[in-house]
């Protein structure tokens, strides 16, 4: 029986030192956490020793008594702010009087506070140490801390950066030398990070209250000067215009002399109605043959679709995207089917885009005979031109002659007795064709795209008849004017056809 009490005794006595052990070992963890970890568990957090903002000692503080004490520091310091801001000669004075306290301290507490708190406790317990070797000073942003201060700045830094005019092209077209470059003047900028920090060091700190205002120097552009030397003929495009009225001519070169030393810079749009403006007498344009409904009749501006088509042509041997362009209801004589642009104000517009990285420059001149536009940019790769082609895809075939009664006597010096006539109009065949770009390298065509699908629709021919009956005894002359029946479209006409409007 005793052995067996010794042997409980002995358990007890085992137990109770693994309870001190484990007593230790908790007071232990306790303090080690207190150590390290004081600030997580804690109630409040509170900033390192040695901390700093706005030169104010915050140390052991908590955020709301760091804000308190700087908030009652700050604004008795406002009332001392002298600063003189020289550069070239100037002077500007930045007063405290002028400025309102604004006291946004609460993002820079919240950075600062968790300065050095990242990592692992060792890490921790190593910033903690850093900081209350060497401080911690952490200034609040000079527009945080009072109102008013950037809107003088700005006024200031107005005052000393010119802006810098960079290089630039002048496109001359009627001189020898139509490329020339504009070199841009020198510039200057404020360097506002550094002018900051020493206005922030001039108030919070022990820095100067006379701050020379630090600025950088812009050199300028001189990039485009390689660009101008290598501008080329990019394309070129004439239409005849030798057989119009000088008014028709007129309008023509008006039209086009809109466009004289235009330049397209890159994904620009242009639209040729814009350009040109109303067609009126207001704006210099002449009465002229126009295409209307499918007839030549008089209206003002006639002769600007030759001038339109001349450009459009220019542009698609220049590789410019094209936007928007119409055909005209007959095909125009002085441009191959599927290649005229026809514009009317209201409906019809030729619109392109400087689909290329640099700019375009378009230049337009007239001679006696002709209308001639020029493209300039950036060379094509060595070997390579744009050329056109048309296709006839078929003829589209008129329907003969219309004979009408000349009832109201309008064509009473031509015609009076019915079986007496005078042909108005020929009939004219339409057609269907199709116009494609070429590009071509090193002569060879290279590849093909369509652009162009149109219809010119036919027209009949018109016979006008007298309209009063022939008296007793009289008798008619022989009638020249010949009946044309409708058409059968033959591969004669065809090939006729293709070669009066050059496709194939």
Known sequence: MKEKVSSKGEKKHISAIW??????????????????????????????????????????????????????????????????????GKEWVISGEELSFVGNFQPTLDEVIEYGREGNIFSKKKNENKIKENGLFVNVPIEDMYGGFEGK?????????????????IFQPNEEQMFK???????????????????????????????????????PENSLEEFVSQISLRATFSTDYSKSANDRKDNIRLALS????????????????????ERSALNGYKN??????????????????????TLYNALIRADIEILQVCHHSLPASYVPLSFDAMVSEGYADLKFKNNLDTPIFIKTFCSDTNAVVEIYGQPFEDGLSISTRGELVK?????????????????????????????????????????YVQYIKNGEVESEKQIRHDKYMPQNGIIV????????????PN??????????????????AKVRWGIN
């Open 19 to 88: 309870l001190i052990a484990v007593a230790f070992i908790a007071v232990g963890l306790l303090l080690f956490c207190q150590f390290y970890f004081g600030d997580s568990i804690s109630s409040k957090t509170t900033y390192y020793q040695n901390t700093h903002i706005n030169g104010v000692n915050v140390s052991g503080l908590t955020r709301e008594e760091a804000k308190n004490l700087l908030t009652l520091q700050m604004e008795e310091q406002k009332e001392n702010i002298n600063l003189t801001l020289k550069n070239g």
């Open 153 to 169: 700045l700005d006024t200031i830094m107005a005052d000393i950066e010119n802006k810098h005019k960079r290089s630039e092209i």
């Open 181 to 219: 470059l504009n070199e841009g003047n020198k510039g200057y900028i404020v360097c506002r990070d550094e002018l900051f920090n020493q206005i922030n060091d001039a108030i919070y700190g022990d820095g100067e209250k006379v701050i020379d205002i630090p600025v950088r120097e812009i050199v």
């Open 258 to 277: 809109k466009f004289n030393g235009m330049i397209v810079e890159p994904g620009e749009e242009v639209s040729f109605n814009e350009i040109t403006g």
């Open 288 to 309: 002229a043959k126009i295409i209307m409904g499918g007839k030549y009749v008089s209206g003002v501006g006639g002769g600007v679709c030759q001038a339109s088509t």
């Open 395 to 435: 003829i589209i075939p008129h329907g003969g002659d219309d004979i009408i009664t000349d009832t109201d006597g309008q064509y009473e010096d031509k015609v009076l007795y019915k079986g007496e006539y005078y042909r108005l109009k020929f009939p004219q065949e339409g057609y269907e064709t199709k116009g």
């Open 465 to 476: 008849e007298g309209s009063s009956a022939l008296e007793e005894g009289m008798t008619l």
């Open 479 to 496: 009638n020249s004017v010949q009946y044309i029946a409708p058409q059968k479209v033959t591969k004669e006409a065809t090939e006729k």
